[in-house]
């Protein structure tokens, strides 16, 4: 390992660390809320818009693992500044795009641009913090800051779009990566892995990002093409022939983006499987929660974003109570306990009506499934991150990152698909009976079927974790990290 011999505080580089990781995976959702402005000013078609979402967390999950072992062998520091830099020039295009075409493309410089800090801010604080309780502190504010940020970029995402306009949910990025770099460059010393080379896997980048783009839009186009047209498996298979190409690359490289053999470490493997489950259910909650709201209640996007502030301050309140109960329950058994309140609140969602209220509709699952979020994310952290190589840090944070981006890229992409197939299904048996209200009924009963279908993800997530992560696998951990990693 190649440090800076600068001293530095490490709670202040934690904060700056979690500063770029909040911008980050804020605006994986502040687009939501306005999503219904930005069609209307660059006229999106509903399949399109999508892209929006989807365009920012293909290109960040594909391109994690080349920014993760690329701060390992360039320089932690030197990635993370030049993430910020690059995600904060996007933000600014995006406030001026004109066109579709030209947001989706901006979104996708985003989304590289994130690609480059997350690793580098995670394993910043893999490397400033021993496996100790400061770094289980640590991790905890962490994964409340990267859970936190989701929630909260609905309800900056609604201010925003109501009080000034959508373009401003992109350029308030840009006084906030200002002022990171600033802080970055003065206080974060460099660190970096020496193992005699500085190659990067970019041939398997490409691979692993073009396999997942090419699944995800074969996954939207179902709808429109059918499931079992020629042009939608052809597509899928091509998609698969890309990610097998990509696994084949791994396998021969001599310097990977991935190397294979770090999923034999079960705790990194089955959190990272999780994750993914886990945020394929939480991206499409997001996603059509903002839709009902707005397209069903009526509501404007200021109250659509202060809709979400109960969730946002139950994911803190649940990472609060994760970290005290860790060293009570531990890690396995407090994560499946934080899944399982996530999917009862999903599945409480999946009864609401037209004329729903708030309180007794909405709220009473936003609660249990914000929670259920904060307890799950700490613990998952943990799990993805304990027992690995100070030289693996980056790739193990590229690694969980990408698990989450790719799990919410796909996760929506089935989502969406699903419910405008069975909406749509509905609409055309109505005929000439297919009144505003009767339309509105289809459109919901879609919303219902990609909730009941985001609940079972996770309900899936809480079975596999245990499951496959036994109590003899979480027993090597350090105790001094998991508090009492052995009780699981």
């Keep these: 390992m190649i440090a800076d011999t600068r001293t530095a505080n490490r709670w202040l580089i934690l904060v700056i660390a979690c500063l770029a990781q909040f911008m980050v995976v804020l605006d994986s959702t502040v687009v939501n809320v306005a999503l219904p402005s930005i069609q209307r000013g660059l006229h999106f078609s509903p399949a399109g818009l999508q892209w929006v979402v989807n365009a920012y967390t293909l290109v960040f999950g594909g391109f994690l693992m080349l920014g993760g072992r690329a701060a390992d062998l360039a320089g932690r520091l030197r990635l993370f500044v030049a993430g910020v830099a690059l995600f904060s020039l996007a933000s600014l295009l995006n406030g001026f795009a004109q066109s579709p075409t030209m947001l989706i493309l901006g979104r996708g410089l985003q989304g590289l641009g994130g690609a480059l800090v997350s690793p580098a801010a995670l394993s910043i604080i893999m490397t400033t913090f021993e496996e100790n309780s400061e770094r289980t502190k640590a991790l905890a504010v962490w994964s409340g800051i990267a859970a936190g940020g989701a929630a909260f970029g609905l309800l900056l995402g609604g201010i925003l779009t109501d009080l000034v306009s959508w373009h401003w949910i992109f350029f308030v990025n840009v006084p906030v990566g200002a002022g990171t770099i600033a802080l970055a460059t003065r206080f974060v010393p460099e660190s970096r892995v020496d193992l005699g080379h500085r190659s990067f896997d970019l041939a398997g980048a490409v691979l692993v990002t073009t396999g997942l783009v090419t699944l995800v839009f074969g996954i939207v186009k179902a709808q429109a093409w059918g499931w079992g047209s020629t042009r939608v498996i ?20 001599g310097a990977p983006l991935i190397r294979l053999s ?17 945020m394929s259910g939480m991206f499409g909650m997001f996603f059509f929660v903002s839709l009902y709201v707005q397209d069903i209640l009526g509501y404007s996007p200021l109250r659509a974003g202060f809709a979400f502030l109960p969730a946002t301050l139950g994911i803190m309140v649940g990472a609060g109570l994760a970290q005290q109960l860790t060293a009570r329950i531990g890690v396995r058994n407090l994560a499946v306990v ?12 999946t009864g609401v009506p037209v004329h729903g209220s708030y309180v007794s509709d909405l709220l009473v699952g936003l609660i249990p499934l914000s929670i259920g979020m904060g307890v799950a994310f700490v613990p998952l952290t943990l799990l993805a991150t304990s027992g690995v190589d100070a030289n693996d840090a980056g790739l193990a944070s590229g690694l969980f990152n990408t698990a989450q981006q790719v799990g919410g890229s796909l996760g929506l992409a089935i989502l969406a698909t699903i419910s405008a197939d069975h909406s749509s299904s509905l609409i055309r048996s109505l005929g000439p009976a297919a009144t505003h209200a009767r339309v509105v009924a289809a459109t919901l009963s879609g919303y219902h079927v990609a909730f009941i279908a985001a609940a079972i993800m996770l309900a899936a997530a809480a079975v596999v974790l245990p499951a496959v992560l036994r109590r003899r696998h ?15």
């Design 474 to 488: 979480v027993e090597g951990l350090s105790l001094d990290t998991t508090a009492v990693a052995a009780s699981a």
């Design 234 to 253: 052809g597509v899928l298979a091509g998609a698969v022939a890309l990610l097998v190409a990509f696994f084949a690359v791994e396998a021969r490289s």
């Design 338 to 349: 934080g899944i399982g309140l996530a999917t009862v609140g999903l599945f409480l969602l």
């Design 262 to 278: 770090v999923f034999r470490i079960r705790t990194l493997a089955t959190s990272n499987a999780v994750m993914l489950l886990v």
